[in-house]
Nanobody, 126 residues
Framework: QVQLVESGGGLVQAGGSLRLSCAASGDTFYTYTVGWFRQVPGKEREFVAS???????YYADSVKGRFTIARDNAKNTVSLEMNNLEPEDTAVYFC????????????????????WGRGTQVTVSS
């Protein structure tokens, strides 16, 4: 499995933009679907976006059209470009990798996550 480290969180006003990055270790990164989840204190962690090992993206309805996920297999990184941010986007964002290489699905179930990053805080002020 890969080790994941997030960066890029911060404080932004509503309507602003932030870019999160996740750096992965290991030489098998390209075989895994990777993605982002987020969590607000007292609530369950929720899926945000994922990108399949083949490059196909998938988004939660709440972020579709505002967030863009991308991966660079040569650099072992996955990014999340977040535009038109809303206060409801405030959360700790976690990078995640599917535990199964070359998985068939586009979406990562939390039960199929093999690696988690430590998280990065995103705060959107109104």
């Amino acid at each position: 499995q890969v080790q994941l480290v997030e960066s890029g969180g911060g404080l932004v006003q509503a309507g602003g933009s932030l870019r999160l990055s996740c750096a992965a270790s290991g030489d098998t990164f390209y075989t895994y679907t990777v993605g982002w989840f987020r969590q607000v204190p007292g609530k369950e962690r929720e899926f945000v976006a994922s990108i399949k090992w083949s490059g196909s993206p998938y988004y939660a309805d709440s972020v579709k059209g505002r967030f863009t996920i991308a991966r660079d297999n040569a650099k072992n990184t996955v990014s999340l470009e977040m535009n038109n941010l809303e206060p409801e986007d405030t959360a700790v964002y976690f990078c995640a990798a599917d535990r199964r290489p070359y998985s068939a699905g586009y979406y990562i179930n939390q039960g199929d996550v093999g690696s988690w990053g430590r998280g990065t805080q995103v705060t959107v002020s109104s």
